[in-house]
């Protein structure tokens, strides 16, 4: 982990003392994390983009996890006061070794760590190779306290991606792949809906491997097109099926125009609008356990324009998750 003081001092925002209780802002709040802390909702961040260098994408997710932590500091305190930091866990690179998979495992670790604390755990990339760590934080946690019967996670991502492709070495193109093969060798379902799919942005044999791995998928196009309810009702019988949800958002499943600071920008990508109704839907839930937002790259950000719509999100799930959270 990095040094937690340099973390909390990106929380810096405007102050209105003059507006009393209501006017207070997360960056008045937030508090560092500790082991007698109460419930509430941890961050971490992933200051990692190994896997999109790998993947061949543009580097410089690394640097989102603080251009994110500017953003959400302004934000205005509504359903949740409880909210912690925990800092960075970034790759310790070592000669031609990039680091990747040990920051990977470190944070899955801490992740379950902070679960079996109690605490609603959103993690801030970074590469989308957070996936991986993510879902391994929360099985490993299942696995430790639950032994009676075999977990149901569902995975809800938004993205272009199915980020299911098969490499000689793991990227952030790989590790839903990667998250099927941990099922199988755990003797666990494998549950994956992804919405906002682009038809030309995955190739056949992506689409191939999502039917034999039993994938739920929605295209971007569909989205746009379907009436929300009924995208909605579908996402709801993926939930009432499943014990447990892992949220992710690829924020290159807005438009480019919406989200231009990502590794790989849409050509068509969904509205925001859309994006948000799911964003509510999915957080509303009972079942969430954990979210992570990825591939905030603040390198082709114009305007903080990417970073201030991740931060509207993550400020949705925080306020729409909290009331709900799993006691």
């Known amino acids: 982990m990095t040094d937690l003081t340099e973390t909390l001092a990106l929380w810096r925002g405007r102050s209105d003392p003059s507006e009393g209780h209501g006017g207070r802002r997360w960056h008045e709040i937030i508090q560092p994390l500790r082991a007698t802390s109460q419930k509430g909702v941890a961050f971490t961040g992933f200051a990692c983009d190994a896997g999109v260098v790998r993947n061949q994408g543009r580097p410089g997710a690394h640097k989102g996890p603080q251009a994110l932590r500017r953003q959400l500091a302004n934000l205005p305190v509504l359903a949740c006061e409880a909210l912690f930091e925990t800092g960075d866990i970034a790759p310790q690179t070592r000669n031609d070794h990039d680091g990747l998979e040990r920051a990977q495992d470190e944070l899955a670790t801490h992740l379950a760590?902070?679960?079996a604390q109690g605490l609603s755990p959103i993690s801030l990339g970074g590469g989308h190779e957070i996936a991986?760590?993510?879902?391994?934080?929360?099985?490993?946690?299942?696995?430790?306290?639950?032994t009676t019967h075999t977990p149901r996670i569902g995975i809800i991502n938004l993205d272009a991606h199915f980020d299911l492709r098969h490499d000689s070495r793991p990227s952030s193109g790989t590790p839903f792949?990667?998250?099927a093969e941990n099922c199988h060798q755990r003797g666990w379902p494998f549950h994956y809906y992804c919405?906002?799919?682009?038809?030309f942005s995955n190739t056949p044999a992506l689409f191939e491997r999502a039917k034999t791995l039993g994938v739920h998928w929605c295209l971007d196009e569909e989205l746009a097109r379907a009436p929300i309810a009924s995208t909605l009702a579908q996402v709801q019988a993926f939930i009432d099926?499943?014990?447990h949800i892992y949220f992710t958002i690829c924020l290159d499943v807005l438009p480019a125009a919406v989200a231009p600071g990502v590794s790989a920008p849409a050509a068509r990508g969904v509205d925001l609008a859309i994006i948000e109704a799911l964003v509510d839907s999915v957080s509303r839930s009972q079942k969430l356990r954990l979210a992570d937002i990825a591939e905030l790259n603040p390198d082709y950000d114009i305007d903080q324009r990417t970073a201030r719509v991740?931060?509207?999100?993550?400020?949705?799930?925080?306020?729409?998750?909290w009331p709900n959270t799993p006691v």
């Open 241 to 243: 099926a499943v014990d």
């Open 195 to 199: 919405l906002g799919i682009s038809r």
């Open 177 to 179: 792949r990667q998250i």
């Open 113 to 115: 760590q902070l679960l």
């Open 310 to 321: 991740a931060a509207r999100l993550v400020a949705k799930i925080v306020d729409a998750w």
């Open 132 to 146: 991986l760590a993510s879902f391994e934080g929360l099985a490993q946690f299942l696995a430790e306290s639950q």
